[in-house]
């Protein structure tokens, strides 16, 4: 009777147990292997985002598609562009609302008149110069200077709107980039920062006085002006193992190289940047009228003409950057429209790092502390944070630590975007990634849809970021800006901000992560959408 007994209740609880295994268990096991990949080696059950509003976007559910690291390049089957496709698809021709007068930075007649001013200005400050050289037997290099109101500078600074610094496929922006490669320069001087160390213009609101680095502000013949940033540092050294990332070299190609990067994500928060080799003599020291920049100017033992910077720390000879003998290259940086007429405001970041020897901020010792973020003015509405968690992605594939401050428009408000400006401290070292950059991604566990689709499609091997970046930056005069190197780190690095995207949301679910930031949208490209936030 016992042995009857004993029996039973073992077919009871193996029978209790199949059907618990089989109606419980296995899909559970089954759901997390569509997660994780491990049980469908297809992929085709893979995470998949819900399509957002009606617009046809691609199935992107492969979430780190097995890329090849090795140097190896798959090229598109029809011989064509990668590039070209890349802006050809949806998620890259997605319109804006159409723009009204409070959508846009800058007015037609608003910007013509402030222009105005500053060209009777220039001319009268160029005759009093003149004449003082004159006296003073000082060769001054004079350039036919013209003021253009269809330059392609002009037409950059009208195209800033509330969504970003230029539209997709603004034709202003190649035909600027080709301007500052070649055209004539009629005027260098110190960046308002290095004038702030010597208390010639409060420049603090908007940036910090530059420690060690050497940057000009170069005029060009049409007036347009652009931030000039010289080369020191060979493109295959890397950052010494022993460097603080606050004392780190600024690479002109790293300026270089981010803008081309912001533009492939689809961010356009980076002012146009174009590579130049500079006349040092002819085009610097002849052409300035600032008698402090004339000073630091000096010929090397090598006989080649060299200068260094008006900064606290590295205002040395040791510490200049020299021609060969008078040709240097560098950076142009496009600059953003004046402050009296398109006033912005600096704000410290909230993953700022500590700039002490050994000092550490809240958020590297409390993983909480986006929870404390999310309750402050502006991050606890709209979307500034998700804005930072972008800044915090892109930072992450340039290998920038160095982002303390971000900077936007006042007139667009708390809803304005970020500005990503100075990324010369990016692409230091191609061998390691810094996975704190990504703290504000991985604590606050939120990122855009539209910055998570398109990450996913530079993961497909059809437009990998390395090759689009490759093809991105032949366009520059300075090529290669980047070295095989650093373009693969950038396919590394980008698979680690999908596998953090993805355990944000084995942990809290795809609605809590990914936030929609389509709200009306169509197959049609030219439908326009909107960028309010949804949650």
Not at 106 to 121: F, G, N, T
Not at 128 to 140: C, L, P, Q, R, W
Not at 191 to 203: F, M, N, P, S, V
Request: net charge neutral; proline share 6%; glycine share 6%.
């Amino acid at each position: 009777m016992m042995r009857r007994d004993r029996l039973f209740l073992a077919v009871t609880l193996t029978a209790i147990f199949s059907a618990d295994l089989y109606f419980i268990l296995l899909p559970k096991l089954r759901s997390v292997g569509q997660i994780s990949g491990h049980f469908c080696p297809c992929g085709s059950g893979n995470l998949t985002l819900p399509r957002h509003g009606g617009l046809a976007s691609p199935q992107l559910s492969n979430w780190t598609s097995a890329l090849p690291l090795d140097g190896t390049t798959s090229e598109p089957t029809d011989g064509g562009s990668k590039l070209g496709r890349l802006f050809a698809h949806p998620l890259y021709n997605i319109q804006t609302p159409l723009l009204g007068p409070e959508e846009r930075l800058l007015q037609v007649e608003q910007l013509m008149e402030y222009y105005r001013k500053k060209v009777s200005r220039w001319e009268r400050h160029m005759k009093y110069y003149n004449e003082a050289a004159a006296v003073s037997n000082i060769t001054v290099t004079e350039h036919e200077v013209t003021f253009d109101p269809d330059a392609s500078w002009l037409k950059f600074h009208l195209g800033i709107s509330r969504y970003a610094l230029y539209s997709r496929d603004d034709p202003a922006i190649p035909q600027l980039l080709k301007d500052m490669q070649g055209m004539p320069v009629v005027s260098a001087d110190y960046t308002q920062d290095e004038k702030a160390l010597k208390g010639a213009c409060d420049c603090t609101q908007v940036v910090k006085p530059s420690g060690h680095h050497l940057k000009l502000a170069l005029k060009m013949q049409n007036f347009a002006k652009a931030m000039f940033k010289p080369m020191r540092q060979q493109r295959d050294e890397e950052t010494p193992e022993d460097f603080f990332y606050f004392v780190d070299f600024q690479r002109h190609n790293a300026e270089i190289a981010a803008f081309h990067l912001d533009r492939i994500l689809d961010f356009r928060r980076v002012p146009p940047v174009s590579g130049r080799l500079l006349n040092v003599t002819g085009e610097v020291l002849q052409v300035t009228h600032n008698e402090d920049l004339r000073a630091v100017f000096f010929t090397s033992p090598a006989n080649n003409t060299c200068f260094f910077a008006k900064c606290l720390y590295v205002c040395k000879t040791e510490y200049a950057v020299c021609g060969g003998p008078d040709l240097l290259e560098g950076s142009l940086s496009a600059y953003l429209p004046g402050l009296s007429i398109a006033p912005r405001i600096s704000i410290p970041n909230p993953w700022i790092r500590s700039y002490t020897f050994a000092g550490r901020e809240e958020w590297e010792v409390n993983p909480f502390y986006c929870d404390t973020v999310k309750q402050l003015y502006p991050y606890n509405s709209g979307n500034r944070l998700l804005n930072i968690i972008d800044m915090s992605i892109f930072d992450f594939l340039t290998s920038n630590m160095d982002r303390h401050h971000y900077e936007i428009f006042t007139k667009f408000g708390d809803e304005g975007f970020l500005l990503h400006l100075d990324n010369a401290r990016g692409f230091g070292k191609h061998s390691q990634d810094e996975m704190s950059i990504l703290a504000p991604l991985s604590q606050c566990c939120m990122i855009k849809r539209s910055t998570l689709l398109r990450l996913q499609l530079l993961a497909r091997p059809e437009y990998r970021l390395s090759d689009v970046m490759r093809e991105s930056l032949q366009g520059d005069s300075l090529q290669p800006i980047l070295t095989e190197p650093h373009l693969l780190a950038l396919d590394r690095r980008l698979q680690k901000v999908l596998r953090t995207v993805q355990r944000c949301v084995r942990r809290l679910g795809e609605d809590e992560v990914i936030t929609k930031d389509f709200v009306k949208s169509t197959v049609r490209p030219q439908t326009a959408t909107e960028t309010e936030k949804v949650r």
